[in-house]
């Protein structure tokens, strides 16, 4: 069975489906995950299950993968295990996700009615484009890789998909600015879906697993540190970040009344 606590989820649960279903009865949702390459002990551990059911869920999976062998768990650090709400620096990094998700939930409508042979079609793209460029990522996603990521192994298996997430989304933001140069609307929108489906799954990654499992590791210095460094940071950014979430009030407006108006 230790042989298993370092073997990739993925590998396992290749060999052993019933493995990933048991997962996901318990909120663990690694059956989706793109990589995969997380050992199952760190998969249990990063989702801070109560004792008596994570001691459920192994001896379940000791049962598929290792029938008849002994499960035995190692004891947790006591702050590992109850959960609590975000604290104030998490907290912060969560708003943040709510605009970007209500940014995210207009795309499949601007890219619907879009013409990239209308300027202000374009205009609409590269200020949704300066959105992302800006908030998402100069902003938020700055804030989690350069101060509280850094906190970490910069090599787990769960940040390397954290990163990787950054990057396809960086990508595939790109490519949808390329596609709008050469007039390309199929490129704009694609890119741009991909975009979303990227974050949508980043964030709720983010949001369930991560930064609960971050705020059970960091000490009360650490989210102390944390705090002050992103107060100065929100209040440098403050004026342009009211600027952006006017922006998504605009665009939610305007698809909100193109509804009423087809109802
Ligand atoms: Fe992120
Ligand atoms: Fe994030």
Known sequence: MNEYLRTPIREIISRFPQVGSLLEAHGIGC????????????????HGLAPEVELALMTAIGAIVAPGEAVVLSARPAASSPKKGFSPPMKTLVDEHRLILRLIALVPAVTASLDVHAED?????????????????????AKEEDLLFARFDRESDILQVMYEDHANGRACVKAAVDALERRDPAGVTD???????????????????????????????????????FR???????????????FVRSLEDKFASNDAEVA
């Open 191 to 229: 890119n741009l879906i991909a975009y979303t489906e990227i974050l949508k799954q980043h964030i709720r990654k983010e949001d369930e697993i991560l930064y609960p499992w971050m705020d059970r590791k960091l000490s009360t210095r650490q989210v102390g540190e944390l705090f002050s460094a």
């Open 232 to 246: 100065k940071i929100d209040s440098a950014f403050s004026e342009e970040a009211g600027r952006y979430e006017a």
């Open 121 to 141: 079609d374009r205009q609409l793209v590269v200020a949704i484009v300066a959105f992302i460029r800006n908030y998402a990522d100069r902003f938020h996603h």
């Open 31 to 46: 059956v989706p995950c793109s990589l995969g390459t997380c050992p199952l002990g760190d998969i249990v551990d990063i």
